[in-house]
């Protein structure tokens, strides 16, 4: 069946540490979202992906940083910059009008 | 910006009917709606496209209104498995060609209770 796999389902980031959370999906979508959730405040999305090699930094890319070399894969690591890292992040994946295909996302902790 | 969804919450008893609604201040190519239950991945209900044209699940019914840049999805004889948090997605005409790229509202939480 195909969809996106997002892995790890938990994380725990030490302090001053880069994090890499891994997309991958199998549905030939050309574009890939990074949003992050916190309680209350809805999806913000940190950045998206048309086609490969090519990125756009969203509503709240300070700290983070991607990678898009095989449409396949859209990676997101959570570098030492983010100051509050701790949140549900999810990936998501479209191929036009349909709606996006979301993961089951990753949720991200700092101990 | 963030499209305003209302109301904030909303608790119903089996079989009732409500409407969440989902307004944004910019103009609009089209609007998203997804129910996310608690910890998992939120689900493609419906998109409302401008000009008409509707996609999602035949069960579901939603409105969006061009000129006033609102939507409203219609949820009726509520069943238990409803329950969840309900976002809107929008994307903005003036977004690039191809991005597909959406801003969520913050939520509406509904309970359906026996």
């Known amino acids: 069946d195909g969809g996106i796999t997002q892995s790890p389902k938990y994380l725990f980031r030490k302090e001053g540490q880069n994090v890499t959370l891994s997309c991958e999906q199998n549905l030939n979508h050309d574009a890939m979202y990074w949003y992050r959730q916190d309680p209350g405040q809805g999806l913000r999305l940190i950045y998206y992906s048309q086609i490969v090699n090519d990125f756009q930094k969203g509503d709240i890319a300070e700290g983070y940083s991607v990678s898009r070399e095989k449409k396949e894969s859209f990676p997101l690591t959570v570098t030492s910059a983010q100051k509050n890292p701790t949140a549900f992040y999810l990936c998501?994946?479209?191929?036009?009008?349909?709606?996006?295909?979301f993961g089951s996302g990753t949720r991200l902790t700092v101990v | 910006q963030q499209p305003v969804q209302s109301p904030q919450a909303v608790i119903l008893r089996e079989g009732e009917d409500a409407v969440i609604n989902c307004s944004s201040s910019k103009a609009l190519y089209s609007v998203h709606w997804y129910r996310q239950k608690h910890g998992e991945a939120p689900v493609f209900l419906m998109i409302?496209?401008?000009?008409?044209e509707q996609k999602g699940h035949e069960k579901i019914s939603a409105s969006f209104n061009e000129k006033k840049q609102q939507s409203s999805l219609y949820l009726t004889a509520s069943q238990l498995s409803y329950s969840g948090t309900y976002f809107c997605g929008t994307e903005p005409s003036d977004s690039g060609a191809g991005s597909y790229q959406l801003t969520f509202g913050k939520g509406t939480k509904l309970s359906v209770i026996p």
């Open positions: 998501a994946s479209t191929v036009g009008h349909y709606g996006y295909t």
């Open positions: 409302l496209l401008k000009g008409g």
